[in-house]
């Protein structure tokens, strides 16, 4: 059996690059001949080898890197007919999808030991359009927020980064009206986002869908329609306190195979987020593929809830910053007080 080891020598401020050698050993342990192949910076540079390895015949393909690089060689083999096992080796900020298959996000020689259990999982996989994704996409101005944080804030500062930002693109958040049909119904109405989501695990935070699974063909829907920023804040809190922003009114929240987004007003762009990047704009149809890639998962973790230090950090300083708003601090429109 021959595997193809893909990674982002990039990754991890290129610590990845110094372990290659002994992840290359774990893979030959597992029964594999084993080679790599380092990404380039040539667009989709990740996908055309995984698909290149696929159509060669190699019976498994290992992604080594953030979830940028395990989003293109997903693309890179999602659309085969026949598919080779995938493998994951997080070396990113968030690692969502490798936190939600309880993959060692810290120690790359650990996270490649997995195969080794000879555990896997059949995952569903998301399609919008024609591109394909892993865990998430959504719509909105709430949206905005993956792409105004810089990678190096990223890097730096995690989930942090994030909640800054976002912090200060509240008060910039604006509803939309849009229609979105799901399995059971249609939403016709202003929304401040929408999300699709594939794992329990977003950003770090394992609550957003608290009843995920990674195998039964549905995407958890959050149609958030509320854009008042106090209502945002309080529906975050809820959520970081046990998922209980799922029955919230301001919230809708079911189960659905697919997805037609649309913005009501024709001349309103709506961007769509896939897996943390973009990914073009509605209208857009979304797909759950039940089942469609064996992945190798730690199954003798996966029905535990974990949530990382970082998350833990995040989650902490954002209930502080909650505590800390006033009544004196928000106007009449829900919007925050620049005075301090």
Not at 5 to 22: C, H, Q, R
Not at 160 to 186: F, N, Q, S, T
Not at 325 to 338: A, H, V, W
Request: proline share 4%; net charge negative.
């Amino acid at each position: 059996m021959r595997a193809r080891l893909i990674y982002n020598p990039t990754s991890g401020k290129e610590a990845l690059k110094k372990s290659i050698v002994d992840i290359l050993n774990v893979m030959e342990q597992a029964g594999y001949e084993a080679s790599a192949f380092a990404t380039t910076p040539e667009p989709n540079s990740a996908k055309k080898e995984a698909k290149r390895a696929a159509l060669d015949g190699f019976e498994l393909v290992v992604a080594a890197g953030g979830d940028g690089t395990i989003n293109e060689v997903i693309n890179g083999i999602a659309g085969l007919e026949k598919r080779p096992k995938l493998a994951i080796i997080p070396g990113g900020t968030t690692n969502d999808f490798a936190r939600a298959l309880r993959i060692p996000r810290d120690n790359f020689v650990e996270a490649a030991k997995v195969i080794l259990k000879n555990q896997t999982i059949h995952s569903d996989i998301g399609k919008a359009g024609e591109t394909y994704f892993m865990n998430i996409a959504a719509g909105g101005y709430l949206t905005e927020l993956t792409y105004e944080v810089p990678s190096h804030l990223k890097s730096l500062f995690g989930y942090l980064a994030y909640l800054v930002k976002g912090a200060e693109m509240l008060p910039r958040v604006k509803p939309i009206e849009m229609k979105l049909e799901y399995d059971d119904g249609v939403y016709e109405g202003k929304a401040s986002m929408f999300f699709l989501g594939l794992t329990n695990s977003i950003g770090g935070f394992e609550k957003i869908s608290p009843d995920a699974q990674l195998d039964d063909g549905k995407f958890s829907l959050i149609i958030v329609k509320t854009a008042n920023v106090i209502e945002i804040m309080h529906l975050v809190a809820l959520m970081i306190n046990g998922g209980k922003h799922v029955n919230d009114p301001r919230i809708i929240y079911v189960k659905t195979s697919k997805l037609y987004a649309d913005a009501i007003d024709p001349d309103f762009r709506m961007m769509i987020n896939l897996d943390g990047e973009y990914g073009g704009d509605a209208p857009m149809t979304f797909e759950n593929l039940k089942q469609h890639i064996e992945i190798y998962a730690n199954l003798d973790e996966i029905p535990e809830s974990a949530v990382s230090g970082e998350a833990e950090k995040a989650s902490d300083e954002f209930i502080k910053q909650v505590e800390k708003l006033t009544n004196e601090d928000i106007d009449g429109d829900g919007k925050i007080s620049n005075e301090d």
